[in-house]
Structures are given as C-alpha cells and as structure tokens.
C-alpha cells in the first residue's frame, strides 16, 4: 500500500483546510485510513480513520465536531476537512493504511507528513 498526503498550509485561527490521501497498491481497500498528527516534541496522535465503505468513522475527542473524515472510492482518496482550526492544531499530519483501530502501530503503511500551521 503506497499513500500520498497532501494539502496542508498555513491559516489563521479559525480557519479551514482540507488534507487528501491518495492511496495506491493492490489491496490498500483491505484497510481502514487513519489520520495522525505530530506536534513538536510530542509523539504521534491518532485524529480520525475511515473504511473504504464509509460504513464507520471514529475520531479524537479534540477532533470531533471541528473535522470530517470522508472517502471518495472513484479518486481512491481519503480527505480530511478540518474547520474551526486552532493553534494547537499545529502539526505535521500523516496518513496511514491498517487496522481499525487508534494506535498508530497498529498501522502498515504511513505516507509522508504534510504540515500545517495554525497561526492567532
């Protein structure tokens, strides 16, 4: 399973941004999508996953309400809308393909980190 994140930036307090995950790879539809994020000098947190199907989504307790995970099956993507950003949002956001599950070892494959920085 091969993935590419992309989408992040710069915003201010407040604002929106949506990161895609392209996934690739002959049976990357056998895994839910997570999302991750690392903040500087912390360790890897879990934001939100998907299946494929769409038939279940969990996120974070800090995501809920402010992100939305979704799938579009004919780009083979998984985006994640974020709204409502705030500072400590600030983080390197990755994509990953494994287990329905939170902890980030419980996931194979891990695309690249895309930044975003949330600016008062």
């Known amino acids: 399973v091969q993935l590419q994140a992309s989408g992040g930036g710069a915003v201010q307090n407040g604002g929106s941004i949506r990161l895609s995950c392209a996934a690739s790879g002959r049976t990357f539809r056998n895994y839910a999508i997570g999302w991750f994020r690392r903040a500087p000098g912390k360790g890897r947190e879990f934001v939100a996953s998907?299946?494929?199907?769409?038939?279940?989504?969990y996120y974070s307790e800090f995501a809920q309400g402010r992100f939305t995970i979704s799938t579009d099956n004919s780009k083979n993507t998984v985006y994640l809308q974020m709204n409502n950003l705030k500072v400590e949002d600030t983080a390197v956001y990755y994509c990953a393909a494994g287990a329905w599950a939170t902890s980030p070892n419980t996931f194979l494959s891990w695309g690249q980190g895309t930044q975003v920085t949330v600016s008062s």
């Open positions: 998907i299946t494929w199907s769409e038939d279940l989504t």
